[in-house]
């Protein structure tokens, strides 16, 4: 049997980071076609992700995308697809492709040492249509 997730991008965040957190619910309000599920890289959910791939799962300053049976991204990479599969006037964000992901992947480094400075450390509640969307935290 099919699990819900399989036909989704799943996010898989660091879940006790605020700026992650606020980029969750980001992507939340503007997933109009319920294209997206989320997992926090500390859940069992991302630890398994992250194992299976030889991955860090011990280091939670990446963001990733997956569609499962197909491709993982990281980093910028992931922030540029996530932005084209919203569509409208995110799709714009298909010229960042043009730079090297080595050059924008050290943009992504430096806000991501950063990132708990950066936000208030709270973490968003999500309401109960929003919950659907989340595997693990």
């Not at 714009?92 to 708990?116: C, E, H, T, W």
Request: aromatic share 16%; net charge positive; charged share 25%.
């Amino acid at each position: 049997m099919k699990e819900i997730w399989e036909d989704k991008h799943i996010v898989f965040f660091d879940g006790e980071c605020g700026v992650c957190n606020f980029w969750v619910q980001w992507i939340l309000e503007r997933d109009g076609n319920n294209q997206f599920m989320f997992a926090s890289l500390q859940s069992d959910f991302g630890q398994k992700f992250l194992a299976e791939r030889g991955l860090e799962t011990k280091a939670f300053n990446t963001l990733y995308l997956w569609k499962p049976g197909q491709y993982y991204l990281i980093k910028s990479r992931a922030v540029l697809q996530i932005a084209n599969i919203l569509g409208g006037i995110y799709k714009l964000s298909i010229v960042g492709k043009i730079v090297p992901a080595f050059f924008s992947d050290q943009l992504y480094d430096l806000v991501s040492r950063n990132r708990m400075k950066l936000a208030n450390q709270k973490c968003f509640l999500p309401d109960r249509n929003q919950k659907k969307k989340f595997i693990e935290v």
